[in-house]
Each structure stands twice: as C-alpha cells, then as structure tokens.
C-alpha cells in the first residue's frame, strides 16, 4: 500500500507561483511514475505532469508545459510541482497519483493505483 498527501495549494493572484507537495509513505515503493492531475469544478480530471521515480524523466501537458516543472526528492520520499506563472484557468484541486504506467498510460487516470485526496489552488484574476 502507498499513501499519498498533497500540500501547499491555497490562493495566489495570477502570475505568481505555487510549490504543491506530496509526500509519500507505505510499503510498495515498486511504482515508476508520480502524476500530477487536476480537477476543476464541472469538468473531469485533467493530466498535469509525470515524473519518474527512479529517473530524470518528465512529462507535461501542453497547457502546462513551461511554467510547471516537477521535481522529486527521494530521500524526503516527496515529489514536488513548481507552478509558474499562474493563470486563472489553473484553478482547480490538484491530485499527486503513483503507479506504473505503461508509456500509453502515462497521462491516463487508469495509469495510477494509489492517489492522494487533493489540494485545492485558486488563481484569482
């Protein structure tokens, strides 16, 4: 079993910057990705990011990409998403997943078997 709890969400004019985390414990430390997605209200859960437990790999969205960047430390067993330049349209609950997705599954709910229970962010205009 894994268990995951986000962060660091809360209120931020847009163009700032937001630093979410998820922390990560239990005994199956066997997945190789961390995703980052994100639900608005009225609309489904959307991929953000995945990052590579045991590599440098990463993966963003395009509506992402540039301004989101995320990171791991493992000795900390944490991964991170540093959000930049935020944008109204960001505001969402944001969920940390773990699990081993094949390459097709990456930016796929279905991909990721443990999920955190989200931390909300508001971009305010």
């Known amino acids: 079993q894994v268990q995951l709890v986000e962060s660091g969400g809360g209120l931020v004019q847009a163009g700032g910057s937001l630093t979410l985390s998820c922390a990560v414990s239990g005994r199956d430390f066997s997945f190789f990705y961390m995703g980052w997605f994100r639900q608005a209200p009225g609309k489904e859960r959307e991929f953000v990011a995945a990052?590579?437990?045991?590599?440098?790999?990463?993966y963003y969205s395009d509506s992402v990409e540039g301004r989101f960047t995320g990171t791991r430390d493992n000795g900390k067993n944490t991964v991170y998403l540093q959000m930049n330049s935020l944008l109204p349209e960001d505001t969402a609950v944001y969920f940390c997943a773990a699990g081993r997705p094949f390459s097709s599954e990456l930016r796929v709910q279905r991909g990721y078997n443990y999920w955190g229970r989200g931390t909300q962010v508001t971009v305010s205009s």
């Open positions: 990052i590579g437990w045991s590599d440098d790999s990463s």
